[in-house]
């Protein structure tokens, strides 16, 4: 059974960091990409960032510069910085059974985890 387990939200002051983290298991593929996606009250859901078996990484217009992705083994890792209220969202993990790594097609992923809230006040 396939899972997908973020941790590490929380609430932040402008202009600081948070790093999330997620855990994905119970998958056989070999080709895999992992992707955070959030999506805040009110707006449509936004590809952040995203990295493939390969190493590649695919990073939202938003976050350039300021998000950093990273994955050891099954865990993926999200470093945020220069954090602004406009970040704050649900965040999820999600993880697509091919190595395409496109934030703009979030249903290519197969499997996704229930969230983790990000706060950011100014």
């Known amino acids: 059974q396939v899972q997908v387990v973020e941790s590490g939200g929380g609430s932040v002051q402008a202009g600081g960091s948070l790093r999330l983290s997620c855990a994905a298991s119970?998958?056989?593929?070999?080709?895999?990409?992992l992707a955070w996606f959030r999506q805040a009250p009110g707006k449509k859901r936004e590809g952040v960032a995203c990295?493939?078996?390969?190493?590649d990484t695919t990073y939202g217009d938003s976050v350039k510069g300021r998000f950093t992705i990273s994955k050891d083994k099954n865990t993926l890792i999200l470093h945020m910085d220069s954090l602004t209220p406009e970040d704050t969202a649900m965040y999820y993990c999600?993880?697509?059974?091919?190595?395409?790594?496109?934030?703009?097609?979030?249903?290519?992923?197969?499997?996704w985890g229930q969230g983790t809230q990000v706060t950011v006040s100014s």
């Open positions: 999600a993880l697509a059974l091919t190595a395409w790594c496109r934030l703009s097609v979030s249903d290519e992923y197969n499997y």
């Open positions: 119970g998958y056989s593929s070999n080709y895999i990409s």
């Open positions: 990295i493939n078996t390969y190493g």
